[in-house]
């Protein structure tokens, strides 16, 4: 899975092309996770995922002692042949499959995610220092005197992103977005630096956050935190009483973060209330930037942008890693306005170096399928919405106007879900027609350079046009490496994804035998996929003839907490299969632990144009 092969192709009767492979071009990686056996006077790894057969173990590294059963990592050393099996060395355990971080660490390194920096790379992180002199920031403009702060989840691990925003009088303000400037301290050519482009991007798990720099820079120098001197890259933007920017300026900063505060907090702000330790300038300045929000988010909307409500789900977890239940988060207006500002940041920036015509990664997400669109348009007319129109010349609007018509539907969930799954995915590339969620011509990746590397190359970028230098990003072609990053970006959200499906299994295991209600998602041949009322969870229910949104009663029939599979069946239908974990004697209807927490939901599209992300709050720049 991932490998780049060629392949002889021929037109098929409806139009798509089929074929055969013939080469295997390149490798996706060279390791591979499973379970290790001993096979007669041998050991062998199996695949943890897909058909493959089990390569041949050739040896084990120095200090790896083989254990059946366990999760083992195999460096593969041949590649399977029509005539003979993969083979290679083990050089990991990483445990028992019932241990669910030995689960989650496979799921990790299947993905070629490794959480352990060469010493190298740690070693030249730290030689940094802990604290900034002040000869470092002599040459930049100092903004101590203005109130900045971070906005942030209350479990956010880092902070790389702060806000200010100024009155000028007339109706005028100027927002400032104030950014870790991750590009002082990883040089291209480095160490470092050819970590963070393997990595390519942070990957958040519920257990865990595997950062793309090392802790130095991303748990301590790059990372925000109050009352501290922090180099920081910053955008100013002036914008009128009718949210229109009319003026952009780009500088190399240095600022102090005057408070870190939540979003709970901000939003108790915005609805009058007080929070503790906060400075007059800054209350004032945060009363203003709830007006600024409303006003941005009208203007973006106005142009045809996207306003997803998908719910946004927790695990929560206990100090070992192991899930306690899952929780709905709520979405508060202080969500939306950090999100506006880092949108609007993102697009001045790419708006400038479009302008001055240096190379640069877009962000880019192209114009719906027609086909997709005609799906999606035939499956919310069954839901009973009016959505024929979104197949039109004005894509945008008719999903927009859909989107309104869900906002009170009873499968509001659904139908969102619906409309994310017929958008194309996101990617980074040096050639764009423009952001279509988004509704914007320039757009890209400038908020989040600690954690994902395309936003790294935009802050070498924006320092080569500020010293009025040509930028070749050392030389690295950038479509290949809008190519890396868009796929280790899709490997980081695959790994998340998995991580949340294996940690819900693993509550609801506990659950084998109990009803619950559910609505169906999505149909496939063998049956539907059904959502399980509010837990996030989806089940495979093996019963053909259903349609999306169906309302079912449904028993947990197995639950696989290696590969985070649920079976359902019909209340009252046959019992499970063998082999999985069964349902207990005298089993009653009961409740999925993690409660509801008002509602929740992410106006930010994950998969299509953003980055996780999870952890960090949603939106975040997409």
Known sequence: DGDRVQARVRPEKNGRLAGEIIAVVKRARTSVV????????????????????????????????????AFAVLEVTRWPTPDAGASGLVNEILGDPGDIRARIDSILRARGINENFPKGVIEQAEEFGARLEPAQWQSREALFNLPICTIDGADARDFDDAVSLEDLGGGMLRLGVHIADVAYYVKSGTALDAEAYSRATSVYLPDRVVPMLPPALSDNLCSLVPRQER??????????????????????????????????????????????????????AVKRMGDLTDMLYKRRIARGALDFNLPEYKVNVDLHGR?????????????????????????????????????????RHDTPDPLKLKALSAALGELGLTAGHIEGANAAKGLQDVLRQAENHPLTNLINSLMVRSMR???????????????????????????????????????????????????????????????????AADAEHKSVDIMRAELLKELVGSIMEGAVTTVIDSGAFVMLGDTGAEGLLRVNGLKPGTKVRVMIAAVDTTEGKIDLSLEGGRPPQAGRSQPPQGAQSRQFRGGRPSQFPQSNFSRIAQGKRRGRGRGRGR
């Not at 058909?51 to 059946?68: D, L, R, T, Y």
């Not at 300026?249 to 939540?262: G, K, M, N």
């Not at 949108?343 to 302008?355: C, D, G, P």
């Open 34 to 69: 499973g379970i290790l056996r001993r096979v007669k006077n041998t050991w062998a790894l199996f695949p943890e995922k897909g058909n493959a057969p089990p390569a041949i173990v050739n040896g084990f590294a120095p200090g790896i002692v083989p254990v059946e059963g």
């Open 231 to 284: 180099l920081t890259m910053s955008v100013f933007m002036d914008i009128n009483s009718s949210g229109k920017v009319t003026r952009r300026r780009l500088a190399e900063t240095v600022i102090r973060s005057w408070r870190r505060f939540t979003y709970e907090e901000i939003q108790t702000l915005l609805e009058g209330g007080k929070a503790p330790d906060v400075h007059k300038s800054v209350g004032e």
């Open 323 to 363: 899930p306690l239940g899952v929780s709905l988060r709520p979405r508060l207006k202080s969500d939306r306005l950090i999100e506006e500002f880092l949108l609007l940041a993102n697009e001045a920036v790419a708006t400038e170096l479009y302008r001055a015509k240096f190379p640069f990664l877009h962000r």
């Open 425 to 491: 995915q996101a990617v980074y590339s040096p050639e764009s027609d423009g952001h279509f969620g988004i509704a914007t011509r320039f757009y890209s990746h400038f908020t989040s350079p600690i954690r994902r590397y395309p936003d790294l190359l935009t802050h070498r970028a924006v320092k080569a046009l500020l010293a009025g230098k040509k930028e070749n990003h050392g030389a690295l072609p950038l479509d290949k490496a809008g190519v890396h990053c868009s796929e280790r970006e899709r490997a």
